[in-house]
T-cell receptor
Framework: DAKTTQPTSMDCAEGRAANLPCNHSTISGNEYVYWYRQIHSQGPQYIIHGLKNNETNEMASLIITEDRKSSTLILPHATLRDTAVYYCIVRANTGGFKTIFGAGTRLFVKA | DGGITQSPKYLFRKEGQNVTLSCEQNLNHDAMYWYRQDPGQGLRLIYYSQIVNDFQKGDIAEGYSVSREKKESFPLTVTSAQKNPTAFYLC????????????FGPGTRLTVL
């Protein structure tokens, strides 16, 4: 599975959009980009995933560059409750299993 | 409500004792997983199971054992052979391993004294 690189931490003002970047320059053609988040001392929560098209759901939007080497998770109107560690993961939806959760980005939403 | 439960939330054990962490899901998911998380770090895969009566080692299986006798249950035993057992343990499940949308339990924080 491809490796991802994320900034260690980011700040965002409450009510503003939070844009979290992820680099995955070695991504393969059959690998999806997944995003999870983990609020302190809780289990991670699935947010969104995509292959090459941009995706949007009730929580966030995922923008994947045309060459698929990077992506951005967008929280359109960040709230204090969005303060968490955000993990970007790439993996193929094929048999066998190993998902690598790196250290992620710690997002601080400030009032 | 459907979901994954882990119990207990906090667990204390003396060094040298085996301890079993519970994980139950009522989502009718085939696949279940165990992860370990150390402070300030990401998750590392211990074991996973794609189907009842089958399980595979993850990246850090040494010192751990699992069983999958029922679809709903995937208990993890931390044995005395695990050198640094104090950690936050997370259980997850998914419809299958072909789908990486995993649902996580609340976790068990194990402290070995």
């Amino acid at each position: 599975d491809a490796k991802t690189t994320q900034p260690t931490s980011m700040d965002c003002a409450e009510g503003r959009a939070a844009n979290l970047p992820c680099n995955h320059s070695t991504i393969s053609g059959n690998e999806y980009v997944y995003w999870y988040r983990q609020i302190h001392s809780q289990g991670p929560q699935y947010i969104i995933h995509g292959l090459k098209n941009n995706e949007t759901n009730e929580m966030a939007s995922l923008i994947i560059t045309e060459d698929r080497k990077s992506s951005t998770l967008i929280l359109p109107h960040a709230t204090l409750r969005d303060t968490a560690v955000y993990y970007c993961i790439v993996r193929a939806n094929t048999g066998g299993f190993k998902t690598i959760f790196g250290a992620g980005t710690r997002l601080f939403v400030k009032a | 409500d459907g979901g994954i439960t882990q119990s207990p939330k906090y667990l204390f054990r003396k060094e040298g004792q085996n301890v079993t962490l519970s994980c139950e899901q009522n989502l009718n998911h085939d696949a279940m997983y165990w992860y370990r998380q150390d402070p300030g770090q990401g998750l590392r895969l211990i074991y996973y199971s794609q189907i009842v009566n089958d399980f595979q080692k993850g990246d850090i299986a040494e010192g751990y054992s699992v069983s999958r006798e029922k679809k709903e249950s995937f208990p993890l035993t931390v044995t005395s052979a695990q050198k640094n057992p104090t950690a936050f343990y997370l259980c997850a499940s998914s419809i299958g391993t072909l789908n990486n949308e995993q649902f996580f339990g609340p976790g068990t924080r194990l402290t070995v004294l």
